[in-house]
Nanobody, 115 residues
């Protein structure tokens, strides 16, 4: 029902910024909770940030004040603005869309942070 296409990953120096985008198909994007997860080598996938259909946000403690999740329902797109990046933020970042029993994942985009 929903397909997610991610972009914006890359290589950045510590202290730099990146903006990830997640473009979704379908006509009911506005109903979905959108989220960003990340997975570093040897670690479990973890929730980084989420935003509900009403705009309520939630963040992993370690990214609060540095990352901002947002959505543009008219463009069927979710974003993750990442500022003041640290080497610990390096991971593959995945977009997720969830509504009831409908759950979808993007393909992932690599974020590399050099010290």
């Amino acid at each position: 029902q929903v397909q997610l296409v991610e972009s914006g990953g890359g290589l950045v120096q510590a202290g730099g910024s990146l903006r990830l985008s997640c473009a979704a198909s379908g006509s009911i994007f506005r109903l979905y909770t959108m989220a960003w997860y990340r997975q570093a080598p040897g670690k479990q996938r973890e929730l980084v940030a989420a935003i509900t259909s009403s705009g309520t946000t939630n963040y992993k403690d370690s990214v609060k004040g540095r990352f901002t999740i947002s959505r543009d329902n008219a463009k069927n797109t979710a974003y993750l603005q990442m500022n003041s990046l640290k080497p610990e933020d390096a991971a593959v970042y995945y977009c997720n869309a969830n509504y009831g029993v409908s759950n979808h994942w993007g393909q992932g985009t690599q974020v590399t942070v050099s010290s």
